[in-house]
């Protein structure tokens, strides 16, 4: 790939990897700050997702892919977490409540 094709070369993935890091220091901070849990659990899910966006856009190349082979990146990751979140929510809605 040359600079005039998608452009940027490894200042991209310079940057990139400089807002993972931001996201992982706002991720350490919520945790330490002790931010009520409801808001902890949305934000940290909130910022895996914008993590994962970014390392599948850019690692992962789909930024420059066409939308049909992103659906088939995207979809089988979507239904893998639902069925994690079933299988696995249970026991930790139960871990949860026997603090």
Request: charge should be positive.
């Amino acid at each position: 790939m040359t600079e005039g094709t998608h452009g940027g070369g490894y200042k991209i993935y310079f940057t990139v990897w400089f807002w993972l890091l931001v996201i992982t220091l706002l991720e350490i901070g919520m945790v330490l700050v002790r931010v009520p849990k409801a808001l902890l659990v949305f934000s940290l899910i909130t910022l895996a997702l914008m993590k994962a966006a970014l390392i599948m856009a850019y690692f992962m190349h789909l930024r420059y892919e066409r939308l049909n082979l992103i659906y088939a990146v995207v979809t089988p990751m979507f239904f893998l977490a639902i069925v994690l979140f079933a299988m696995v929510g249970p026991d930790a809605l139960h871990v949860f409540r026997s603090r």
